[in-house]
């Protein structure tokens, strides 16, 4: 099976411009996290969906948001870039709820200037 | 809220020296799992513990879990330099896949 994939995987936006970032979750899995890493704060969990709904969000402001579609592929989109989203945002899947290992991809390394 | 904690922060070692690090939690636990991140890598996963005082092995790797569930440790037995990298604890806190890392810890291995 093919693995998690994310697209760009680099990327340079400048203060108040929005982004767009996507992930391809393993086929056949339904849950797709999404999370941010940074030097200063680590991995903190943005949010995760399964089945188009989004069953958890982590402690983040409204510019952040997500979506996913019926092929579980997913979205997630960042509105007013400050500088301190300049991140390393990896998502994962996993096959299921309850507690499943998550496949994470080789995430999107966001840069804002 | 929620703090876990890990201990050391960085660790360097000489190849074949044991290395260990631990996790620890301000809340009990719920599962706990384990990830590897190589430099310039994603994290990838290891191992599992769901049960108090659970101990599972993975070759060279001992994972353990804490009797009150509020600590693990992962330990490192004759450490090789494919073990360089970042290590998170990891508490699956309502089942539903939103991790809450802890903090990591670094590991070099000289050669």
């Known amino acids: 099976k093919a693995g998690v994939t994310q697209t760009p995987r680099y990327l340079i936006k400048t203060r108040g411009q929005q982004v767009t970032l996507s992930c391809s979750p393993i086929?056949?899995?339904?849950?797709v996290s999404w999370y941010q890493q940074t030097p200063g704060q680590g991995l903190q969990f943005l949010f995760e969906?399964?089945?188009?709904?989004?069953?958890n969000k982590g402690n983040f402001p409204g510019r952040f948001s997500g979506r996913q579609f019926s092929n579980s592929r997913s979205e997630m989109n960042v509105s007013t870039l400050e500088l301190g989203d300049s991140a390393l945002y990896l998502c994962?899947?996993?096959?299921?709820?309850?507690?499943?290992?998550?496949?994470f991809g080789p995430g999107t390394r966001l840069t804002v200037t | 809220g929620q703090q876990v904690m890990q201990i050391p922060q960085y660790q360097h070692v000489q190849e074949g020296e044991d290395f260990t690090t631990y996790c620890n939690s301000s809340?009990?636990?719920?599962?706990i799992q384990w990830y590897k991140q190589r430099p310039g890598g994603h994290p990838v996963f290891l191992i599992q513990l769901v049960k108090s005082g659970e101990v599972k092995k993975q070759k060279r790797l001992t994972f353990q879990f804490g009797e009150a569930k509020k600590n693990s440790s992962l330990h490192i037995t004759a450490t090789q330099t494919t073990d360089v990298g970042t290590y998170f604890c990891?508490?699956?806190?309502?089942?539903?896949?939103?991790?809450?890392f802890g903090t990591g810890t670094r590991l070099t291995v000289i050669p």
């Open positions: 990891a508490d699956d806190q309502t089942g539903a896949n939103n991790l809450f």
């Open positions: 086929s056949g899995h339904r849950s």
């Open positions: 969906y399964f089945s188009e709904t989004q069953r």
């Open positions: 809340t009990t636990l719920s599962n």
């Open positions: 994962a899947s996993s096959a299921g709820q309850g507690a499943a290992e998550q496949y």
